[in-house]
């Protein structure tokens, strides 16, 4: 009797753990290497990422990545990329963006905040990072507040 209490005892923690290792989802994660702001006025113009993927599954295809401007939500960018298997069994894939100005100056402003996506084909594992793209060569657009203030001063007396 207490054969069958462990043999059915056993039966059940073995199908929990089947089934809990099913139930794991797989998960994208990026990380910028380097700062995530690219200056239009240095040559290094290479947004390069680190994507770690977590529970891989062949089954869910291919993956894409997707860079697009917030502030029109328009993609500039869009590509396959292909996972490899690195050496500890983990999946991943090293990513790079050339921030080629004229190209993106055709879909509008370039100075301004971004967004890259990795997606799986099914669509099952979703990551976002933002960066930013500047130029220092171009002074910021900034009003002179002190000629205000003092105008303002001078009008009270």
Same mark, same amino acid.
């Given at each position: 009797?207490?054969?069958?209490?462990?043999?059915?005892?056993?039966?059940?923690?073995?199908?929990?753990?089947?089934?809990?290792? %099913?139930?794991?989802?797989?998960?994208?994660? #990026? =990380?910028? &290497?380097?700062?995530?702001? /690219?200056?239009?006025? *240095? +040559?290094?113009?290479?947004?390069?990422?680190?994507?770690?993927?977590?529970?891989?599954?062949? %089954?869910?295809?291919?993956?894409?990545?997707? #860079? =697009?401007? &917030?502030?029109?939500?328009? /993609?500039?960018?869009? *590509? +396959?990329?292909?996972?490899?298997?690195?050496?500890?069994?983990?999946?991943?894939?090293?990513? %790079?963006?050339?921030?080629?100005?004229?190209? #993106?100056?055709?879909?509008?402003?370039?100075?301004?905040?971004?967004?890259?996506?990795?997606?799986?084909?099914?669509?099952?594992?979703?990551?976002?990072?933002?960066?930013?793209?500047?130029?220092?060569?171009?002074?910021?657009?900034?009003?002179?507040?002190?000629?205000?203030?003092?105008?303002?001063?001078?009008?009270?007396?």
């Amino acid at each position: 009797m207490k054969l069958i209490y462990y043999s059915a005892a056993f039966l059940v923690m073995f199908l929990t753990a089947i089934q809990a290792s %099913a139930e794991e989802k797989q998960t994208i994660e #990026i =990380t910028i &290497l380097g700062e995530p702001v /690219i200056d239009l006025a *240095k +040559e290094n113009r290479l947004l390069r990422a680190n994507v770690q993927i977590t529970n891989f599954d062949p %089954a869910d295809g291919h993956y894409l990545m997707q #860079i =697009t401007h &917030l502030l029109t939500q328009k /993609i500039i960018q869009e *590509k +396959e990329i292909v996972a490899n298997e690195f050496d500890n069994g983990n999946y991943g894939m090293q990513v %790079a963006y050339l921030i080629d100005e004229h190209s #993106i100056k055709k879909e509008g402003e370039v100075i301004g905040d971004y967004e890259m996506l990795i997606m799986s084909e099914s669509g099952n594992a979703i990551a976002k990072t933002n960066f930013s793209i500047k130029n220092s060569k171009i002074a910021p657009n900034i009003t002179n507040t002190n000629q205000d203030s003092e105008n303002k001063i001078m009008k009270r007396y």
